[in-house]
């Protein structure tokens, strides 16, 4: 399987600058072997959060039509980072994935929202833990956001339901950025799974975000990884090596669920 990650920069409040830009990346960046395309957490504005009521999205509207647009002309599965979304009043984090044949696969709104970003000032969180969902190779696979890296309860469910990878999504600040590495390669390892980490970068006047997005194998070795700038990860995985190490380590099967409180 074949994967891009692309580490963009996102205009703060923008929605229509952004959709641009990530339609010119697919158009000038996109490889023809490439099987998945990844993007970063709440493309759509960024953490404009204060405008979100005006700038949101309603029920993916504008949101899925693009993405789903972008994945049948290119023929590839998008992992399409997450965007902020309004559904009944609220507004969520809301993260999705649609398949090359233009279908929506997946559907996630983020359950653990960042205080150190007033998130919770004017989100609401998800209710629903990230379920495991199948490419269009047939990988099983799951998709979560940003500071839900933070809790590894919530990659347990997916995993030990069969995921072999996991796209966590975000905008994670230059300031925290060992928690980034460290945690992503920890989830790499307790789970025997591939781990990719999309993160956008640059300065939006309010936060600067790391960049570093990193693909991580089972083993928790880093096979390709991106610095601080714009910039697209390229990199082939080899999905047998997750059932390789699954039988060479094998922790889903000497979970004790019955003793763990």
């Not at 703060?12 to 697919?26: D, L, P, R, T, V």
């Not at 600067?208 to 082939?236: R, T």
């Amino acid at each position: 399987m074949k994967v891009q990650l692309f580490q963009i920069y996102i205009e703060y409040g923008q929605s229509e600058k952004n959709m641009a830009k990530i339609e010119q990346w697919f158009e000038d960046k996109l490889e023809s072997d490439t099987d998945v395309v990844v993007i970063p957490e709440m493309w759509n504005n960024g953490y404009a959060l204060e405008k979100l009521n005006d700038l949101a999205d309603e029920n993916l509207r504008n949101s899925l039509p693009f993405i789903k647009n972008l994945a049948q002309r290119y023929q590839v599965d998008i992992v399409a980072g997450s965007v902020s979304n309004k559904i009944d009043r609220n507004i969520y984090n809301t993260a999705f994935t649609v398949s090359s044949s233009g279908k929506c696969i997946n559907h996630y709104n983020k359950i653990h929202l960042v205080p150190m970003l007033r998130e919770p000032d004017f989100m609401s969180p998800g209710v629903n833990v990230p379920e495991p969902f199948a490419l269009s190779d047939g990988t099983l696979a799951t998709q979560i956001i940003c500071y839900d890296l933070r809790f590894p309860e919530l990659l347990r469910y997916p995993a030990r339901s069969g995921a072999k990878v996991a796209f966590y999504v975000a905008q994670w600040p230059t300031v925290r950025l060992n928690h980034w590495l460290a945690l992503l390669k920890a989830r790499a390892i307790e789970n025997d799974m591939f781990i990719i980490g999309t993160n956008s970068c640059g300065n939006d006047g309010q936060t600067d975000y790391a960049g570093h997005s990193i693909v991580i194998n089972p083993n928790g070795e880093v096979i390709g990884s991106l610095e601080s700038e714009e910039d697209v990860l390229s990199v082939n995985i080899d999905i047998n090596e997750v059932t390789k190490q699954r039988q060479s380590i094998p922790v889903f099967d000497n979970l004790k669920l019955d003793l763990y409180k």
